[in-house]
């Protein structure tokens, strides 16, 4: 008898059709006679539903009602779920995030589980209950409710996954597993069978909204084996595994371009020291993800600083940035919000120089100049012009043969 | 400086728009320095809504589920009044049915409170803080969140006006008060300055849905003064409170006429003793409200058992009657859905006579004829044809001066 957790996503539970047709895949489970438990998200829209609402109310964010407001729409699904489980016959009983234990710190929006206490749930698998656990949501010391921030669920998961010391947590979603390449930009893209967590984190990082971030750090911590699946088909997916010595066989794993990107250049910053780390603590402290920075070679003692910062956070960015030029004698700011990001992951890297080369070699044979590179142990990434992006996906996509299954 | 508990029904909340309003009665009261809990109900129809998804996803209804489905309702309308309130600049925090300290027994969809523990909403007033409470839900001693059944927001305000020893409780709906008939049937109809609790209670268990019955209960066990009130105009509404010596002038107080009524006759039943008992303690048990029941007279030892129930029992109580006719050999069974009862109620009948005469009279003038009759010690309920309630109503409004105030 294996232990599984199974999470669904808000597509998954997104109508009364898709909870009923989830509900088959769960029975289908627990006739096998495995240990269940199962996590979902709120009905796909639903939680878009529910900011606008506090939008409309109110335009200073209060991040401890918002909480309230958001954490209610996974009480919807799991209550739906658990009646309609067992109306199939199923042992199936709700749990909130409060009553299956899981404590977070008090950051409300954005929370950090502290510990699970899981008591409770193993009280119920021990009496062949099914837990129907609500994703996204904790409680915090203070007896208030707190979320995990967007994608919060699949963390939900892998936190019940390892504390349950489970087989598998099974992210179900509505796309069958990782892929090589966005399959809309590149139409060879090639399901993989298995993936490592640095891998997929990285990818995760990149903008591949398949896993949350958080949940594949927390599952390679604990070494809590994933797999991505559909929810929509039948089939296995993409397992999120350990990485291994077959892995490193292969240069590049994946492909992905990022458009939620914006160059902000300061333009003649006087070339002293600390006027650079002045500038990137402040933002740092604003809370903005700065992901590359250059600096460019000091010409009469000015020089350029050029660094991106996802659009979302490009106008906070921006007006402390101004603030800061003004402060330091730079001469002017400058934006570019028509640029993209362009990155090969694959933990062969580690083994196999060259990659880099053959990565730029690549883009200027197709004529795209390459404006930032960044490069981490099992990753590079460009910055390229916005309109050259699926360009360049394509293109690298060929030149690393990934459209060819590994070992042919 | 008071304490007052504020309640605002489903359609006082039933969109931003209402909610900002809303927020600025609270504001006003906040301002006058008063101490303040106010609770919400769901935003009008999400109850419905989410009932439907219920049904629409299982036939068997699961109690324990259906309470945490509905319970999310109110989740989102404290949410948004909290950050509205806040963003006006009242010390405003939303509390849940847990949070507040609401604590029930185990009965889910019509659970009892068992106690409130105050600690944690006294803390949050001491400090200045409005506290913005989920009503109709609260949490037994499982951890499990439960419902107080329809109308269970009322009951929430009263409670926490008991355990806080509030000045009032003010119920706001959509109504401005309690009228001395429905004003829909009697445009003469006049709005009552104050009503004592047996009244209230007489008239809730009547169809008046201004008030839960089980809410006026409460209130007149601690002696928590209600205020009705609309929070569509301003204006004060109709006090509930204890009886005075003064509302023993009136005679009649309020006339209702109730469409939700069907009557149940069972034709030819042998003369026996425990007969009849054998019959009602069934139905008793399968929690059907039987109100009137007439015997008739015994003719060659059969005789006919008549009795009323809401419509909606109606359909429970029938399989259950036609397979007790069967069993203690009566003829037949029949059903009269064309009915209504008509009742008045006051506390002066206490100590007056011939209120029931008056009303036989006036409707044998009115050429209506009487089904069935029942008596307490503040009100007499008539059984009529349903076509000629109105008629009724507004006949008896009229022979006791309804229209006109007291005392004139």
Same mark, same amino acid.
């Not at 109306?87 to 709700?94: D, I, K, M, T």
């Not at 990753?379 to 299954?405: N, T, W």
């Given at each position: ?6 999470? &669904? ?10 909870? /009923?047709?989830?509900?088959? @895949? ?8 495995? /240990? ?14 529910? =900011?606008? *609402? ?44 409060? /009553?299956?234990g899981i404590v977070t710190d008090g950051a409300h929006t954005k929370a950090r589980v502290s510990r699970v206490d899981t008591q409770r749930v193993r009280a119920a698998l021990q009496d062949g209950v099914v837990p129907i656990v609500a ?21 939900? !998961?892998? !936190?019940?996954?390892a504390a349950l010391k489970a087989d598998t947590c099974f992210i179900y979603t509505d796309v069958d597993g990782i892929y090589t390449a966005d399959p809309n930009m590149v139409p060879s893209a090639r399901k993989l069978e298995k993936i490592?967590?640095? $891998?997929?984190? $990285? @990818? ?12 594949? #750090?927390?599952?390679?911590?604990? /070494?809590?084996? *994933? ?12 397992? %999120? ?38 500038? &990137?603590?402040?933002? !740092? ?39 800061? !030029?003004? #402060? ?20 062969? *890297? ?9 990565? &730029? ?9 390459? *404006?930032?590179?960044?490069? =981490? ?6 910055? %390229? ?13 060929? #030149?690393?043969? @990934? ?6």
């Amino acid at each position: 008898m294996a232990c599984y957790i199974q999470k &669904f996503g808000g597509t998954s539970v997104g109508s009364i059709e898709r909870i /009923q047709h989830v509900a088959r @895949l769960i029975e289908k489970t627990y006739r096998e006679g495995h /240990q269940l438990v199962v996590v979902l998200s709120a009905m796909s829209g639903e939680t878009d539903r529910l =900011s606008t *609402m506090a939008r409309e109310v109110s335009q200073d964010q209060d991040d401890r009602e918002l909480d309230v407001l958001l954490s209610s729409g996974e009480r919807v699904t799991i209550a739906l779920m658990a009646m309609m489980l067992k109306s199939l016959g199923v042992n199936a009983r709700s749990f909130t995030g409060r /009553q299956v234990g899981i404590v977070t710190d008090g950051a409300h929006t954005k929370a950090r589980v502290s510990r699970v206490d899981t008591q409770r749930v193993r009280a119920a698998l021990q009496d062949g209950v099914v837990p129907i656990v609500a994703g996204f949501q904790g409680m915090n010391e203070a007896s208030d409710v707190t979320t995990l921030g967007r994608g919060g669920s699949d963390l939900t !998961a892998v !936190a019940l996954a390892a504390a349950l010391k489970a087989d598998t947590c099974f992210i179900y979603t509505d796309v069958d597993g990782i892929y090589t390449a966005d399959p809309n930009m590149v139409p060879s893209a090639r399901k993989l069978e298995k993936i490592s967590y640095e $891998e997929m984190l $990285e @990818l995760a990082s990149l903008g591949a909204k398949v896993l949350q971030t958080r949940s594949v #750090e927390l599952a390679a911590k604990y /070494q809590v084996p *994933m797999e991505v699946r559909s929810s929509f088909q039948d089939g296995s997916g993409t397992r %999120v595994v350990q990485e291994d010595t077959d892995m490193e066989q292969v240069l590049v794993s994946g492909i992905t371009g990022d458009r939620d990107q914006a160059k902000v250049t300061v333009v003649g910053v006087p070339d002293q020291p600390g006027i650079a780390a002045k500038m &990137f603590v402040a933002i !740092a402290e604003a809370a903005i993800n700065v992901d590359m920075i250059i600096q460019n070679v000091s010409h009469d003692s000015l020089t350029d600083i050029s660094f991106t910062v996802p659009r979302g956070d490009l106008k906070s960015a921006m007006s402390l940035v101004r603030d800061l !030029a003004k #402060e330091v004698g730079a001469r002017t700011v400058e934006v570019n919000e028509a640029i993209a990001k362009v990155s090969l992951v694959g933990v062969g *890297m580690r083994s196999h120089s060259g990659v880099a080369a053959r990565m &730029f070699a690549t883009l200027s044979r197709d004529g795209i100049n390459i *404006m930032m590179i960044s490069t =981490s142990e099992i990753k590079i990434s460009c910055v %390229v012009e916005e309109k050259y992006m699926e360009l360049a996906v394509r293109g690298l996509h060929q #030149e690393f043969e @990934l459209d060819k299954p590994p070992g042919v």
